[in-house]
Structure formats: structure tokens, C-alpha cells
């Protein structure tokens, strides 16, 4: 029994040795190692965490970053700059950007959406799950109590400003404010990352296409943008006499001048029991006749 636990304790002894006798690799050396985070490139980059690529439908339309920093909706669907990745910044807050733009979707303070390289507070969205699968975006930095800016496009594809007063539901409004995010399947996502990296468009492999930027750094915008306002449209003044209409002024037409419209024609129509009614007929116009023709 004790040479048992003699030989034990020698075997144990003889292990130690050899573990302390081992060279102990630096951390901060793999972090250094290219190979090292080569293979950690491959092994991670199904992975997207928060991050995820979607594309935006709104007003029937696909929202689309452009590299000159448009957005506007296209029909497009396979079009490259449809396709956005959704980061989580905050609780209920995100960021957009562009996949082959890298560009940021932002919304200034006169409601017009734009593309920028930055990522400034005017690019971060308060999102709002609604019915029907339905989610709307407001600006986190214009949006308060008293007011509401959210994302919105018209029908022909351009931003449209959508500020609501206090809590006041949007009603009518959400037609162009409600966005339907379809998430992209990664064999897309997959070849768009090789067409950028075969055309030069990114040096950084796909799940690092965009320079990514570090966190809590939020650029404040300062400078307040006059909004354009519509014009009002001037009303014309009556011309002088002996003054030609034009479009600063317009002439009165006299009683003369303006046509008199026909009286409807009453008919009075009997059945043969001798009930009779009495109908109006009003006179056909001419456009009307023109149509009728065809």
C-alpha cells in the first residue's frame, strides 16, 4: 500500500514538472497574431450579433442609400443599396447603414432623410413596434413630449416631414410613415460582400466591410437648418383699362361676357295607369358629349 502511494505521488510530481516546464503563450500576442484573427474571420463570420441586414419597405417602395448620400424608395428590390444593416444603440434605439454604401440614415430637423460618412445624433431612430408587423422610426434627437418627427417617404419616393403634436395618433399619416423590414437572406449578403471586395469598394472582409466606430461616440450636431417654407401663391390683381391679361393681372368678365348657363328641361311622363311624375333633364355639357361618343 505505501509503495502504491509512493508511485502516485511521483507520477503526480513528474506531471507537474512537465506543466510548469511549458511555455505560456501570451494573450495579447494571439490578439496581435494576424493568423490568429484570420481564424477567428472565418469562424465568426456568420455571426452577426445585433447587427443585421434588412431591407426597409415603405409607401410601396424599398428605402435606398445612394453613395452620393440621396435616400429616396425604389421598386428596385435587387438593388445593392436596398440593403441595410440594423444595429441596436439603445433600448428601443438603432442605427441604419448602408451595406455597400456604408453610409448612416439620418433625418435633420426640417424631416428630410440624407446619407452621411458620420455617425451624428441626427442618425439614431427610436424604434416602435406596431400592429400587422409594422414598425415606425422617429428622430431620437427631434423627438420629444410636445413633438413627433418620424421617417417617412411620399408616393413618388421622396422624404416626406411628418411631425406630430404631443401623443395624437397619425391616423392617415402612417401610410407614409409605417415600414415593413424584411430581413435579407445571408447568400445575398454573402455575394454582395464578394462583388464590393472584387471591385475595390472595401479592403475589410464582409462582416467588416464598414470602418466600425467606436462606441459612445455620437457626433452632436450644432448647426440649426432653416426649413424651406412654400411659397405663397400671389393673387392676381385686376388689370387697368387698356392693360392686356397676363399673369400679374386678369380681367373682370362682364355679364356680357360670361355665357349663360341652360335652364334644366322639365318633363312630365305619364304611365298608362295615369300616375305621373314629373323629371328634370339637365343639359349635357359639351366635354361630357365628346366622351360619350367614344
Known amino acids: 500500500m ?20 511549458m511555455p505560456v503563450s501570451d494573450p495579447s500576442a494571439q490578439l496581435d497574431d494576424p493568423s490568429a484573427r484570420s481564424e477567428r474571420s472565418a469562424n465568426l463570420s456568420h455571426i452577426t450579433g445585433s447587427a443585421r441586414k434588412i431591407r426597409m419597405y415603405i409607401k410601396n417602395r424599398y428605402l435606398q442609400l445612394l453613395p452620393d448620400g440621396t435616400v429616396n424608395g425604389t421598386g428596385d428590390d435587387l438593388s445593392d443599396f436596398t440593403i441595410l444593416q440594423r444595429a441596436s444603440v439603445h433600448i428601443g434605439q438603432v442605427k441604419i447603414q448602408g451595406v455597400a454604401t456604408c453610409l448612416y440614415l439620418c433625418l435633420d430637423s426640417c424631416g428630410l432623410l440624407y446619407a452621411s460618412k ?33 421617417l417617412a417617404l411620399n408616393k413618388k419616393g421622396s422624404s416626406r416631414r411628418v411631425r406630430i403634436k404631443g401623443k395624437t395618433p397619425l391616423g392617415k399619416l402612417s401610410t407614409y410613415t409605417r415600414v415593413l423590414t424584411t430581413f435579407v437572406p445571408p447568400k445575398v449578403v454573402e455575394d454582395l460582400a464578394k462583388k464590393l471586395v472584387a471591385s475595390g469598394s472595401h479592403a475589410l472582409r464582409h462582416h467588416h466591410m464598414c470602418p466600425p466606430v467606436p462606441p459612445h461616440k455620437v457626433i452632436a450636431t450644432t448647426d440649426v437648418e432653416r426649413c424651406r417654407k412654400r411659397k405663397k401663391r400671389r393673387k392676381k390683381r385686376r388689370c387697368r ?54
Open 241 to 294: 383699362e387698356g392693360e392686356e391679361e397676363n399673369e400679374n393681372c386678369h380681367k373682370v368678365k362682364t355679364p356680357e361676357e360670361t355665357p349663360k348657363k341652360r335652364p334644366p328641361l322639365r318633363v312630365r311622363k305619364c304611365d298608362p295607369k295615369g300616375k305621373c311624375v314629373k323629371k328634370v333633364i339637365r343639359p349635357i355639357r359639351h366635354d361630357n358629349k365628346r366622351h360619350l361618343r367614344h
Open 2 to 21: 505505501v509503495k502504491v502511494v509512493q508511485f502516485l505521488l511521483l507520477a503526480s510530481g513528474i506531471v507537474f514538472a512537465a506543466v510548469s516546464g
Open 118 to 150: 458620420e455617425y451624428t445624433d441626427e442618425c439614431i431612430f427610436n424604434e416602435m413596434i406596431e400592429s400587422h408587423n409594422y414598425n415606425t422610426y422617429s428622430s431620437a434627437k427631434y423627438s420629444n413630449a410636445r413633438s413627433t418627427m418620424y
